[in-house]
């Protein structure tokens, strides 16, 4: 995928002028929100068993080689076929290959989140093979020729209005701005492809490692039909997806559906053990399994950051982030978006490569409190700006004009008598640069600051005024 | 505080934008500790708490920082601020920057649990939470971030507000929605805080409300900047500054 991580600072700029995508962000984002309450309200203890959920990550993370190795036997057991793939190259090798050994001319895709982050759509198209997305939202996009903007909700950038243009455009099909009617459009295009497709690309929610068992989790029906017609279903999972049993399968189910969309499951659950079996009438003749690494394994090593592998891709982080409702997915330059984004984008590419996406956050903590999974973000993305600050495998080129400031600051805030002296001199420099009140010049970042903003002016400090009133120099007021 | 005896001195902690910008939110807290019934200090040699080295990642610098408030206010008795960042910042953060270092780590865990931002003194240390105060007007209350979600302190405010005389308080829509300051996030990201900070301003002003009170000195710097700059009516005021108000008091 297309790396844009570096140019943050531009495109959130550009997003957060556009009005449209604001008003399509803040009304999605609510309903999610609102949808997420109505189901966590249900709940007994939605806490406690958020607590669970985070129980159940944490122990399969700890155990997750032998988790791993268990469920590669399972799988094999069941007639499917297990890969291991290092990174990005690794698992877009294994598939063009699988495509090759199958004779594969039309691949239909469900929604993953794993192949956008290996870039596979390019990859095969690269190869002349036809690729088609088969979720709405993200055949939206492809036919958009963009990404995915939400981890649940692929096209939540756009509205129905520019959805109905695409369609009119690309498809040739009268203009309608009816929901029904351009969905119906959709399902008529891609029920030819599932038809035809010689391989059917998904990811996977969770693995179960006790049976070998996929579990794909969906709404629309379009994986089910990806995972039964073409002949190989071919899916590509990150290595953390493992969980042990069932019984933790049951867990973070009830987290996730209810977290996403406040489902108590979701409208489709596949659970997919290996390809067809001789007594089957449907489903694949071959069925791989791809187990990605691409950098997870470093995560995992790490004890501040390991706590974002937990994640169960709800979605929830992103629709509560006023920074994300403001700046869209796009802006954050990579696969993942929103709180969670921040933290996977700057731990899954190469440390310090993503350095102004750990200020995208105004450290609200709005996410930290509906993570399904209790994943703390704020904690985290405060981590990543130390490491890019101070730890010499993240911090790049020193940019004085950041540093200097907070050493200077610092230097000063130890020596209470230089801290009120400088006070001094602030209040004295701004008798001369900003003597009626408004400020005659500021430094570029308080300028800009400032464009709506009333930038503060210094005062009598309190310190003096304590000074002034304990010594009875000044006579006591009842208010400032 | 359960179980314990009431604090009979407290030491204030003036956060950096109240000693320069709003000294009056100091002097206001003060007053209202006092009509609290407790004494109030003012340890001379105090500065900053350290938070924007820390949450710019600088550690080593907001050690020094931290080092420096923990002997300033070490022996004191209870610690209060006007301010739930600077309290976040001590209760809080502190541990992380301490974390490779128990002896400095027990001296910041044990004055964490003696540092209160101002409501939660009031009404959980104190139980306190009619202090006389009178203040005409209807009234929204901006819930920060750092106080609501880092402290847990959203009861408290209210408790106090509702027993203003005079005061009448609304709700506003997206109550718990960041105003956009975040610090260096407005620095860093102007525009995108901008606006942020113009959906909460648009929601304070849509409550009617001719007041937006915090609790968060950076959040009424934040908002009550966008609300003076771009010519509402509405004014941004520190709860300290409502609360500190006694009927018949002049107004200035």
Same mark, same amino acid.
């Given at each position: 995928m297309e790396l844009r991580v570096e140019e943050i600072k531009k495109t959130a700029v550009e997003a957060a002028l556009n009005e449209v995508l604001h008003q399509t962000l803040s009304s999605a984002g609510d309903r999610f929100v609102a949808l997420r309450e109505a189901g966590f309200s249900q709940l007994e203890d939605p806490d406690g068993l958020r607590a669970r959920g985070r129980q159940v990550k944490d122990r399969c993370l700890a155990n997750l080689p032998k988790l791993l190795r268990l469920l590669e036997r399972r799988v094999t057991d069941a007639g499917g076929v297990v890969h291991w793939a290092r990174d990005a190259s690794d698992a877009r090798a294994l598939i063009l290959g699988l495509a090759d050994q199958y004779g594969v001319k039309t691949v239909v895709k469900g929604k993953s989140m794993m192949t956008e982050e290996i870039g596979l759509n390019r990859a095969l198209a690269a190869k002349g093979i036809e690729v088609w997305e088969t979720d709405l939202g993200e055949f939206i996009v492809q036919l958009a020729d963009e990404l995915p /903007?939400? @981890? @649940? $909700? %692929? $096209? @939540?950038?756009?509205n129905k209005e520019e959805v109905a243009r695409l369609f009119c455009e690309k498809l040739g099909v009268p203009y309608t701005e009816n929901p029904e009617e351009l969905t119906m459009v959709a399902r008529r295009v891609l029920r030819e492809k599932f038809l035809g497709a010689d391989m059917g690309i998904t990811g996977g929610n969770m693995a179960v490692a006790e049976t070998g068992t996929l579990a794909l989790f969906e709404n629309e029906g379009n994986i089910r039909m990806a995972t039964s017609l073409p002949r190989v279903h071919v899916a590509l999972i990150g290595i953390?997806?493992? &969980?042990? #049993?069932w019984d933790d399968f049951g867990v973070l189910l009830t987290l996730l559906a209810r977290s996403a969309a406040g489902q108590k499951m979701p409208t489709y659950l596949s659970l997919i053990t290996g390809p067809k079996k001789p007594e089957e009438r449907d489903g694949p003749e071959a069925f791989h399994l791809i187990l990605l690494d691409n950098g997870r394994s470093r995560v995992l090593a790490d004890p501040v950051l390991r706590? #974002?592998?937990?994640?169960? *891709?709800?979605?929830a982080c992103l629709n509560v982030c006023p920074v994300y409702k403001r700046i869209g997915g796009h802006s954050y330059g990579w696969v993942y978006s929103g709180p969670i984004g921040i933290l996977l984008n700057s731990e899954l590419l =190469? =440390?310090? /490569? $993503? *350095?102004d996406l750990s200020y995208a956050c105004t450290l609200c903590g709005a996410c930290a409190e509906v993570c399904p999974v209790m994943i703390d973000h704020p904690t985290m993305i405060l981590d990543l700006r130390r490491r890019l600050a101070e730890d010499p495998v993240w911090k790049? *080129?020193? &940019?004085l004009s950041k540093v200097l400031p907070m050493k200077i600051y610092a230097w000063i805030s130890v020596r209470p008598f230089f801290f009120r002296f400088a006070g001094s001199m602030a209040m004295a420099l701004q008798r001369l640069v $900003? %003597? /009626?009140?408004?400020?005659k010049w500021l430094p570029e970042a308080l300028a800009r600051w400032g464009a709506r903003r009333k930038i503060p002016r210094f005062k009598k400090p309190f310190s003096r005024r304590w000074k002034e009133l304990k010594t009875g120099s000044r006579k006591r007021k009842s208010s400032g | 505080m359960q179980g314990k005896k009431p604090p009979r001195k407290v030491s204030l902690f003036i956060p950096c934008l109240v000693e320069h910008f709003f000294p009056q939110v100091g002097e206001a807290t003060a007053r209202v500790l006092e009509r609290a019934g407790v004494e109030v200090q003012y340890p001379e040699r105090q500065t900053c708490c350290g938070q924007m080295q820390f949450k710019t990642g600088y550690h080593r610098e907001a050690r020094k920082m931290a080092r420096h408030f923990l002997r300033v206010f070490g022996d004191s008795e209870a610690v209060v601020a006007p301010s739930g960042s600077c309290v976040g910042m001590v209760r809080h953060h502190y541990r992380t920057l301490f974390r490779d270092d128990a002896s400095w780590l027990s001296r910041a865990e044990a004055l964490g649990r003696r540092t209160f931002e101002l409501t939660e003194f009031l009404v959980d240390a104190l139980g306190i939470v009619e202090l006389g105060a009178e203040w005409p007007g209807k009234g929204v209350y901006h819930d920060s971030c750092q106080v609501s979600r880092l402290l847990g302190v959203r009861e408290q405010p209210r408790m106090l507000l509702s027993r203003v005389r005079g005061l009448e308080m609304v709700d506003m829509e997206h109550q718990e929605t960041c105003c956009g300051f975040g610090g260096v996030f407005s620095l860093e990201f102007p525009a995108v805080s901008e606006k942020m900070t113009g959906d909460k301003a648009a929601a304070v002003v849509k409550s009617g409300a001719g007041f937006v009170i915090s609790a968060e000195p950076s959040c009424l710097l934040n908002i009550g900047g966008y609300l003076e700059k771009t010519g509402e009516r509405v004014k941004a005021l520190h709860i300290a500054e409502i609360l500190a108000h006694q009927a018949g008091e002049p107004w200035n």
């Amino acid at each position: 995928m297309e790396l844009r991580v570096e140019e943050i600072k531009k495109t959130a700029v550009e997003a957060a002028l556009n009005e449209v995508l604001h008003q399509t962000l803040s009304s999605a984002g609510d309903r999610f929100v609102a949808l997420r309450e109505a189901g966590f309200s249900q709940l007994e203890d939605p806490d406690g068993l958020r607590a669970r959920g985070r129980q159940v990550k944490d122990r399969c993370l700890a155990n997750l080689p032998k988790l791993l190795r268990l469920l590669e036997r399972r799988v094999t057991d069941a007639g499917g076929v297990v890969h291991w793939a290092r990174d990005a190259s690794d698992a877009r090798a294994l598939i063009l290959g699988l495509a090759d050994q199958y004779g594969v001319k039309t691949v239909v895709k469900g929604k993953s989140m794993m192949t956008e982050e290996i870039g596979l759509n390019r990859a095969l198209a690269a190869k002349g093979i036809e690729v088609w997305e088969t979720d709405l939202g993200e055949f939206i996009v492809q036919l958009a020729d963009e990404l995915p /903007s939400h @981890i @649940i $909700a %692929p $096209a @939540i950038h756009k509205n129905k209005e520019e959805v109905a243009r695409l369609f009119c455009e690309k498809l040739g099909v009268p203009y309608t701005e009816n929901p029904e009617e351009l969905t119906m459009v959709a399902r008529r295009v891609l029920r030819e492809k599932f038809l035809g497709a010689d391989m059917g690309i998904t990811g996977g929610n969770m693995a179960v490692a006790e049976t070998g068992t996929l579990a794909l989790f969906e709404n629309e029906g379009n994986i089910r039909m990806a995972t039964s017609l073409p002949r190989v279903h071919v899916a590509l999972i990150g290595i953390e997806k493992v &969980v042990e #049993s069932w019984d933790d399968f049951g867990v973070l189910l009830t987290l996730l559906a209810r977290s996403a969309a406040g489902q108590k499951m979701p409208t489709y659950l596949s659970l997919i053990t290996g390809p067809k079996k001789p007594e089957e009438r449907d489903g694949p003749e071959a069925f791989h399994l791809i187990l990605l690494d691409n950098g997870r394994s470093r995560v995992l090593a790490d004890p501040v950051l390991r706590d #974002s592998l937990f994640c169960l *891709r709800c979605g929830a982080c992103l629709n509560v982030c006023p920074v994300y409702k403001r700046i869209g997915g796009h802006s954050y330059g990579w696969v993942y978006s929103g709180p969670i984004g921040i933290l996977l984008n700057s731990e899954l590419l =190469p =440390p310090g /490569s $993503a *350095r102004d996406l750990s200020y995208a956050c105004t450290l609200c903590g709005a996410c930290a409190e509906v993570c399904p999974v209790m994943i703390d973000h704020p904690t985290m993305i405060l981590d990543l700006r130390r490491r890019l600050a101070e730890d010499p495998v993240w911090k790049g *080129r020193l &940019v004085l004009s950041k540093v200097l400031p907070m050493k200077i600051y610092a230097w000063i805030s130890v020596r209470p008598f230089f801290f009120r002296f400088a006070g001094s001199m602030a209040m004295a420099l701004q008798r001369l640069v $900003a %003597p /009626s009140g408004e400020w005659k010049w500021l430094p570029e970042a308080l300028a800009r600051w400032g464009a709506r903003r009333k930038i503060p002016r210094f005062k009598k400090p309190f310190s003096r005024r304590w000074k002034e009133l304990k010594t009875g120099s000044r006579k006591r007021k009842s208010s400032g | 505080m359960q179980g314990k005896k009431p604090p009979r001195k407290v030491s204030l902690f003036i956060p950096c934008l109240v000693e320069h910008f709003f000294p009056q939110v100091g002097e206001a807290t003060a007053r209202v500790l006092e009509r609290a019934g407790v004494e109030v200090q003012y340890p001379e040699r105090q500065t900053c708490c350290g938070q924007m080295q820390f949450k710019t990642g600088y550690h080593r610098e907001a050690r020094k920082m931290a080092r420096h408030f923990l002997r300033v206010f070490g022996d004191s008795e209870a610690v209060v601020a006007p301010s739930g960042s600077c309290v976040g910042m001590v209760r809080h953060h502190y541990r992380t920057l301490f974390r490779d270092d128990a002896s400095w780590l027990s001296r910041a865990e044990a004055l964490g649990r003696r540092t209160f931002e101002l409501t939660e003194f009031l009404v959980d240390a104190l139980g306190i939470v009619e202090l006389g105060a009178e203040w005409p007007g209807k009234g929204v209350y901006h819930d920060s971030c750092q106080v609501s979600r880092l402290l847990g302190v959203r009861e408290q405010p209210r408790m106090l507000l509702s027993r203003v005389r005079g005061l009448e308080m609304v709700d506003m829509e997206h109550q718990e929605t960041c105003c956009g300051f975040g610090g260096v996030f407005s620095l860093e990201f102007p525009a995108v805080s901008e606006k942020m900070t113009g959906d909460k301003a648009a929601a304070v002003v849509k409550s009617g409300a001719g007041f937006v009170i915090s609790a968060e000195p950076s959040c009424l710097l934040n908002i009550g900047g966008y609300l003076e700059k771009t010519g509402e009516r509405v004014k941004a005021l520190h709860i300290a500054e409502i609360l500190a108000h006694q009927a018949g008091e002049p107004w200035n």
